[in-house]
């Protein structure tokens, strides 16, 4: 397929990026000259000036379309939002903060145009992040592809090419509250090519995503594609029962052989230990999807827009 005969949608997130934003432009015209572009900017409630530096390169680009959020609805809400916008015959997903290199676009494209539906990356640290991240990341990733969801490699992030189809398909489908799209694409298939990169460094600002928000979208991945934290609280209610019983017998042991027991004391603690490990810690995530359950009921919208470029028609 020629460059000349698709449309390309980039759909940046952006969460307090003002000082980026400008830069960003640039890198976009200078590396992607020759492409028929659509730049979708997605503000996910930013406190510094983004929205403001949004209209303004709204007004001098035609190619550029913005939606403000009411409010933070998150990193993946921002994406959903982008994705339901963009028009093109495929669409780039980067973030904002230029960690993710636009250079890089022409090769995902490449692979688009040999057949990929989904063409994803996979970062390259040279000891950018820390040790901590790293190993968090490589043992999340494979507890993921252990409990079933294959695809999902080490230094996967939001930075990938989707085809139209897709596109569709996340629309119009899959319409979870509980967001994680990198899953949701590897629950998809389809044609998926790999693209290694090292990301540049940050420019401006401080990175949004901290240790609850990774913890947060580690668990939202967890729970919205597989029952089996469900199975494993029940092996965990086996496992204290068992445990139950065995220090039941040593209980009767020290009763019968060294009459040193306290009266009350041992049916006490069998209970205890038996029942209530048990039953809380199965509670407690039965209860998670019983939340998630919950929260899917409601059919809440993902993110509620304040502010527009473009008419929603």
Request: charged content about 20%; some cysteine; overall charge neutral.
């Amino acid at each position: 397929m020629n460059k000349q005969r698709f449309l390309l949608s980039l759909i940046f997130p952006c969460y307090n990026e003002e000082k980026n934003l400008d830069p960003l432009l640039e890198a976009v015209c200078a590396e992607l000259e020759g492409f028929e572009l659509e730049l979708v900017f997605v503000d996910d409630g930013s406190i510094d000036e983004t929205l403001g530096v949004l209209r303004k390169i709204a007004a001098r680009d035609s190619r550029v379309k913005y939606v403000s959020f009411s409010r933070n609805f998150g990193h993946q809400a921002a994406l959903r939002c982008g994705l339901e916008i963009c028009q093109g015959d495929c669409c780039v997903v980067l973030d904002a903060d230029l960690q993710h290199p636009v250079r890089v676009v022409k090769t995902l494209v490449e692979h688009w145009e040999q057949g990929s539906k989904i063409v994803r990356t996979i970062r390259l640290d040279k000891g950018a992040e820390s040790l901590f991240k790293r190993q968090t990341s490589r043992w999340f990733y494979e507890l993921m592809n252990r409990l079933g969801l294959r695809g999902l490699k080490p230094g996967m992030a939001d930075f990938y090419l989707l085809d139209r189809e897709i596109i569709d398909i996340l629309k119009e489908r899959m319409k979870e509250s509980g967001l994680f799209l990198r899953g949701m694409l590897a629950w998809i298939g389809f044609e998926a090519a790999e693209v290694t990169y090292i990301p540049d460094k940050r420019l401006h600002g401080l990175s949004k995503y901290n240790l609850v928000s990774m913890l947060r979208l580690a668990f939202t991945g967890i729970t919205a594609f597989t029952t089996i934290p469900l199975v494993i609280s029940g092996a965990l209610g086996a496992f204290f029962l068992v445990l139950c019983g065995i220090y039941m017998l040593y209980v009767l042991y020290v009763h019968f052989v060294t009459g040193s027991t306290v009266p009350g004391w041992s049916s006490l603690m069998i209970v205890t230990l038996g029942c209530n490990g048990a039953t809380l810690i199965s509670l407690a995530i039965l209860g998670q999807y019983i939340g998630l359950a919950y929260l899917e009921g409601k059919g809440r919208p993902h993110y509620l827009v304040k502010e527009r470029s473009f008419s929603q028609d």
